[in-house]
């Protein structure tokens, strides 16, 4: 629930700040929509903008976002995504295929924080089933070494299916709560801290160091 910066302490919600707040829609097409979110956070005293813009493209869904500094001092960020996605039947009744073979190493989680050990769900293999006792047990699945930047939602039972490709991002996590119709495919630029982190949050990995005017 904290990190320093340069010595000093801020406090921070375990999952960032923007989504409690009131974003502005800053545009609006029939196809698009520009979200803008610029006010200052006790966690986060710093001057920027942050832009979340979506665009339809035919059958597809492009979300951009973009983060600018407007102060006088760097500042350090990070992003991750939070969409669910049906799964009327029972997450069960859906298995993920991703692009490439890939070891599906959990990263288990102590509470809101990660650990350095972890669990191989799966090895080798482009598809990863759906199971309500990975998410009893672990509550979480957090992935931060695949290989793969794009996976497909899929079910055997019929033809219907979803791709969410994540170019710019390194980790992906799974969520649901167990027997909810619904699984949560978010791409993050990072993992949440260690447990033996030192707090210091330019020292956390894949954190993004931007200094004023970027």
């Given at each position: 629930d904290a990190y320093?910066?340069?010595?000093?302490?801020?406090c921070m919600p375990k999952h960032g700040f923007s989504s409690a707040m009131d974003w502005q829609v800053e545009a609006q097409a029939a196809d698009s929509v520009t979200f803008l979110l610029a006010q200052p956070h006790p966690g986060f005293p710093?001057?920027?903008e942050l832009r979340a813009d979506y665009a339809l493209h035919g059958n597809q869904l492009r979300v951009t976002y973009t983060v600018r500094n407007l102060d006088a001092r760097d500042f350090c960020f990070s992003l991750g995504?939070?969409?669910?996605y049906a799964a009327p039947e029972g997450i069960e009744a859906y298995?993920?295929?991703f692009e490439q073979p890939e070891s599906f190493d959990n990263s288990l989680l102590e509470s809101s924080l990660i650990t350095r050990r972890t669990i191989t769900l799966a090895q080798d293999t482009r598809v990863l089933p759906l199971r309500r006792a990975d998410f009893e047990t672990y509550?979480?699945?957090?992935?931060?070494n695949l290989a793969s930047r794009g996976v497909t939602l899929q079910s055997p039972l019929h033809g219907r299916k979803i791709r969410v490709a994540?170019?710019?991002f390194d980790v992906l996590l799974l969520w649901t709560v167990p027997g909810a119709g619904y699984i949560c495919i978010e791409p993050w630029r990072n993992a949440p801290d260690y447990t033996d982190a030192d707090g210091d949050i330019r020292?956390?990995?894949?954190m993004i160091a931007l200094r004023p005017g970027q």
């Open positions: 320093t910066l340069d010595g000093k302490r801020y710093f001057q920027y995504a939070h969409e669910a298995e993920l295929l509550d979480s699945l957090v992935f931060l994540y170019p710019d020292h956390k990995p894949g």
